[in-house]
Structures are given as C-alpha cells and as structure tokens.
C-alpha cells in the first residue's frame, strides 16, 4: 500500500515502508479539504467508489463488501439512497435490467476516487504507520 511520509508531512514522494517509490509533485499535501465525491465522516461514498474501482458490482454485493470491511452490513435504506445520490453526482452508472443491476464507476467517478485516495492517505497515513510500528 503506498502513503505518505511517516511524519505525515508535505512529500514530493509516495513511500512504501520507507522506501521512495513514485513521485508526486502534481500533488499539493500540506492541506485540503474533504474531496467533493466524499463524505469523508461516514466512509460510505469512498467505501462504494474504492470497490467499485475494483470492479463492477451489484448493490447486495457492495453491502456485503462494505460487511466484511465493518463487520456491519449496510441495510438498504442506507446503501441505495448513497448509490443514487453517487450517481445523481455523476460519479457512477446503473446497467443492466430487471432485479440484478451493476453499478459502474464513470470516468469522473475514477477521477473523485484519486482525489479522495490521496485525501485519505494524507489524513490517516499515521494512524496506518503506528499500527504498523506497534505504537498504537
């Protein structure tokens, strides 16, 4: 997994356990705000967008992917009004008819998810370094 420095400050560098690995100077990480795609408090939108970045997947089968990762399955009045709204903004498209129907990232989807990656690496980059390191 790349992040940011261990010191979580600005970089020109991605680093993967210490060592450099890409650059990024495109990149500004001294500060941002959440990203637009994102409602960074509760996860959910870049929970969908980051599995949907992996593949295609059903509504059932983010639930049960977002299960796995919290241990709590996301009830429909949740996970529905979230996908709807990701794909109001623009951000993911509904295929398929009848009862199973897949939702896709769209090209400014993928985009939202880059943005909101480098967002959460830099605001838990630590956090992930002091479990590692067994500080925490």
Not at 126 to 131: G, L, N, T
Request: charge should be positive; glycine fraction near 10%.
């Amino acid at each position: 997994m790349n992040y940011w420095a261990s010191d979580n400050r600005a970089s020109n560098r991605f680093n993967l356990r210490g060592r450099d690995v890409v650059p990024v100077s495109d990149v500004e990480l001294v500060c941002c705000p959440p990203p637009a795609c994102c409602d960074m408090r509760g996860y959910l939108s870049f929970s969908i967008l980051y599995l949907l970045g992996k593949k295609p997947m059903y509504g059932s089968e983010l639930a049960g992917q977002i299960a796995r990762r919290k241990f709590e399955r996301p009830n429909p009045g949740t996970i529905y009004p979230a996908l709807r709204d990701l794909q109001g903004r623009g951000l993911i498209r509904l295929e398929g008819r009848g009862p199973k129907k897949v939702y896709r990232l769209t090209r400014e989807g993928r985009a939202g998810l880059r943005e909101a990656a480098r967002y959460f690496v830099q605001a838990y980059a630590d956090v992930v370094d002091d479990v590692r390191a067994g500080r925490l």
